[in-house]
């Protein structure tokens, strides 16, 4: 695994039929503006999706959700206020009877920018649901490349004052001890090497994603559309 080097993202869904057209609709032109002011210090908080790309041929929308915050930093002997944006790239797809986003930024604040844009495309938050992956189906994701599997997480588990099991290590395939733990509870997360693309991927029940050594948020979201969609509950 390359420390350092990491993509990671979350996938949603939204909950009403809505199509990929009407989506560019809606968040075409969006722009909000907030006027701050603290003491002496005034600034213009802007709000607004950037950089709309649709891509008939997939049924995709790319885009960017631009941000704007204030942080407060030590100057002087005093507080002060300072605006901080943050871009996060997103993206719509439909795939089969569904309709996904996929934000690439951390599960935090993809779950942030999620809202925004549910409020933005369906004037309320909700629109935008988590993703749900059942246990079931990242066995199979591991069973599918067990011998580059290197952690794995179970959740809801039936031993008295035990909350969590976790595994680690190369060998994980070699041990028993990962069927007995699917016997107590449910996978949560696992960390595998994808063989055919070479990437090093976490994934979790609630549809985190992340790429351990890639950089390319653009080749990010193209696996996430090729390999990860389908192993969402419908």
Do not use: Q
Not at 47 to 64: D, I, T
Not at 65 to 70: G, Q
Not at 121 to 130: C, D, H, L, S
Not at 174 to 182: P, Q
């Amino acid at each position: 695994m390359v420390i350092g080097v990491v993509v990671a993202g979350k996938v949603f869904r939204l909950s009403e039929p809505l199509s990929i057209a009407e989506i560019a609709s809606e968040l075409e032109g969006y722009r909000v503006e907030e006027a701050y002011e603290e003491g002496d210090y005034k600034f213009t908080l802007v709000s607004e999706v950037v950089g709309l790309l649709p891509k008939p041929k997939e049924n995709m929308l790319r885009g960017v959700y631009s941000h704007d915050y204030v942080i407060h930093v030590f100057h002087r002997g005093k507080m002060a206020p300072l605006p901080r944006t943050i871009e996060a790239v997103f993206s719509f797809a439909s795939h089969e009877d569904n309709t996904f986003l996929t934000i690439v930024e951390k599960k935090r604040l993809a779950n942030f920018i999620a809202n925004k844009l549910s409020e933005i495309i369906f004037e309320k938050v909700g629109g935008i649901v988590e993703a749900r992956i059942p246990p079931e189906t990242l066995r199979e994701f591991h069973l599918k490349n067990p011998e580059d599997t290197k952690i794995t997480f179970f959740d809801n588990v039936d031993i008295p004052n035990v909350n969590k099991l976790s595994l680690y290590g190369p060998d994980l395939i070699n041990t028993s001890l990962f069927e007995d733990y699917c016997k107590h509870g449910d996978l949560w997360y696992v960390v595998a090497r994808a063989r055919e693309h070479g990437y090093v991927v976490g994934i979790t029940r609630d549809a985190s994603v992340t790429i351990f050594n890639l950089t390319d948020k653009e080749k990010y979201l193209e696996y996430v559309a090729r390999e990860v969609y389908k192993l969402i509950m419908k």
